[in-house]
Nanobody, 118 residues
Framework: VQLQASGGGLVQPGGSLRLSCAAS????????MGWYRQVPGKQRELVAA???????HYADSVKGRFTISRDNAKNTVYLQMNSLKPEDTAVYYC?????????????WGQGTQVTVSS
């Protein structure tokens, strides 16, 4: 499985960005899709996740500002980020979880930098 993330960049506080992450390769049995972020010196943290056929959940820090969605036909997960704050600055990673007869497998994208600054 390969994940290609895009959409990061530099934005002013209060602005918006939309991240996309497309999965390719052995993409059957994808259950969960999500976004994480990491800043230097800190652990990677969950931003938002959405299970197949289920409800999304969000980190408290982004509730009401970020929206995660997925297009199963395109094997793509999106993260719409509105009202961005400087503390949202991080490298954002997408992750998918596959469930097969042999186990549960996580796959990570390469990361895309989001910088919120005036």
């Amino acid at each position: 499985v390969q994940l290609q993330a895009s959409g990061g960049g530099l934005v002013q506080p209060g602005g918006s960005l939309r991240l996309s992450c497309a999965a390719s390769g052995s993409i059957f049995s994808i259950r969960d899709m999500g976004w994480y972020r990491q800043v230097p010196g800190k652990q990677r943290e969950l931003v938002a996740a959405i299970p197949r056929g289920g409800s999304a959940h969000y980190a408290d820090s982004v509730k009401g500002r970020f929206t995660i969605s997925r297009d199963n036909a395109k094997n793509t997960v999106y993260l719409q980020m509105n009202s961005l704050k400087p503390e949202d600055t991080a490298v954002y990673y997408c992750k998918i979880t596959k469930v097969t007869g042999t186990g549960v497998y996580d796959y990570w994208g390469q990361g895309t930098q989001v910088t919120v600054s005036s």
